[in-house]
Nanobody, 118 residues
Framework: QVQLVESGGGLVQAGGSLRLSCAAS????????MGWYRQAPGKERELVAA???????YYADSVKGRFTISRDNAKNTLYLQMNSLKPEDTAMYYC????????????WGQGTQVTVSS
């Protein structure tokens, strides 16, 4: 069983920055692919960024050049640095973990709210 706990959300003005963290426990963190999803009210959940066990990254077009995903395997922690935030980035952000034996993100955190004011 994997436990994921997000932190770092909050209220920020447009143009500001936030850094989300996701602390993982209960598995070998370094072998899992990890991702950040977000869901705004009335919208579908979307994959924002992902990072493989080897460090390869993926970004949604809407956040390219503004967000950076990283991982610290020694600390079992996933990060999402968010710069130049826009009101449309407002959402609940979730950390997710995909074990190597799975094609899906099987484990999810409880989420952290990010609100960007204009």
């Amino acid at each position: 069983q994997v436990q994921l706990v997000e932190s770092g959300g909050g209220l920020v003005q447009a143009g500001g920055s936030l850094r989300l963290s996701c602390a993982a426990s209960g598995s070998i963190f370094s072998i899992n692919a990890m991702g950040w999803y977000r869901q705004a009210p009335g919208k579908e959940r979307e994959l924002v960024a992902a990072i493989s066990s080897g460090g390869s990254t993926y970004y949604a077009d809407s956040v390219k050049g503004r967000f950076t995903i990283s991982r610290d395997n020694a600390k079992n922690t996933l990060y999402l640095q968010m710069n130049s935030l826009k009101p449309e980035d407002t959402a609940m952000y979730y950390c997710a973990s995909k074990p190597p034996y799975s094609d899906y993100y099987d484990y999810w955190g409880q989420g952290t709210q990010v609100t960007v004011s204009s």
